[in-house]
C-alpha cells in the first residue's frame, strides 16, 4: 500500500511541474503595458509627410512632343504637423484619444511655357482607437471629418488664364495604422487614410476621394 501512495505521490508532484511549466510559458507571452519603466504614452506631436492619389481627373496637358501629362482632384504630396492625444486607456492594452493633422497639399504640371497647380490646405480631425500590440509598437484605427481650406487651381505662363477657386469642402475620413516607437520617446507613425469629398466652384464640381500614404516623426510622452 504504502508503494503506491508513493507512486500517486510522484504522479501528483509530476502534474504539478507540468502545470508550472505551463503557467509560466503562458506568462511569457503576456504583454503589460504598466510594466513599462514610464507608463503608455498619452501625447504625440511631430511632422507628418505623404501623398494621395485618386479623384476625377482635373488638367490634361498635351505636350509639343505629343506626351501627356495629367493630375486628378484627389492627387497630391501633404506636408504637416500631427497631435495624437489618448487619455484613455483600458486594462493598459486599449486606448482611445484623438488624432488632428495640419498641413500644406498640392500637385502640378510644369512645362517651359506654363505651369498648372493644386493646392489645398487640409485640417484633419479623428477619433482613434489604439490596441498595444508590444511594448514599443500600437496598432489604431480612426474615423472623423476632414476640411480643406482655400482650394485653388491656378496657372502661370500661356496658362495664366486659369484660376478656379474652390469653396472649402467638408469631407470624411478613415485610417489605419501604425505607432513605433524606434527610440526612446521618439516615435515613427505608418499611416493609411482613405478620404471621401467634393469640390464644388462657379465653374463646375470635381469628386476628390484619395487614398493616401502617410509617415510622422513624432516625440512621445
Known amino acids: 500500500m ?19 511549466v505551463n503557467v509560466a510559458k503562458a506568462d511569457s507571452f503576456e504583454f503589460n503595458a504598466a510594466d513599462r519603466e514610464d507608463g503608455l504614452r498619452v ?9 494621395a492619389f485618386g479623384g476625377d481627373q482635373t488638367v490634361l496637358a498635351t505636350y509639343t512632343d505629343g506626351s501627356q501629362s ?15 492625444w489618448t487619455p484613455l486607456w483600458y486594462r493598459q492594452l486599449v486606448g482611445l484619444g484623438l488624432a488632428l493633422d495640419i498641413g ?17 490646405v487640409p485640417v484633419t480631425l479623428t477619433a482613434r482607437g489604439s490596441l498595444a500590440l508590444a511594448e514599443t509598437f500600437s496598432f489604431f484605427a480612426g474615423a472623423g471629418g476632414t476640411l480643406e481650406l482655400a482650394p485653388h487651381l491656378q496657372g502661370d505662363g500661356q496658362a495664366s488664364g486659369l484660376d478656379i477657386k474652390f469653396d472649402a469642402p467638408i469631407g470624411g475620413v478613415v485610417e489605419v495604422g501604425l505607432m513605433w516607437e524606434a527610440l526612446y520617446h ?24 484619395s487614398l493616401g500614404f502617410l509617415l510622422g516623426l513624432h516625440a512621445l510622452f
Open 2 to 20: 504504502s508503494s503506491i501512495i508513493r507512486s500517486l505521490g510522484a504522479g501528483s508532484a509530476l502534474l504539478a511541474t507540468l502545470l508550472a
Open 104 to 120: 500644406w497639399k498640392g500637385t502640378g504640371i510644369y512645362a517651359e511655357n506654363a505651369n498648372v497647380y493644386f493646392t489645398r
Open 43 to 51: 501625447l504625440a506631436f511631430g511632422v507628418v509627410v505623404g501623398a
Open 70 to 84: 495629367s493630375f486628378n482632384a484627389g492627387q497630391g504630396a501633404f506636408v504637416g504637423g500631427g497631435v495624437r
Open 186 to 209: 521618439v516615435g515613427i507613425e505608418f499611416l493609411g487614410d482613405a478620404r471621401f469629398l467634393r469640390y464644388r466652384s462657379t465653374a463646375g464640381s470635381l469628386d476628390g476621394k
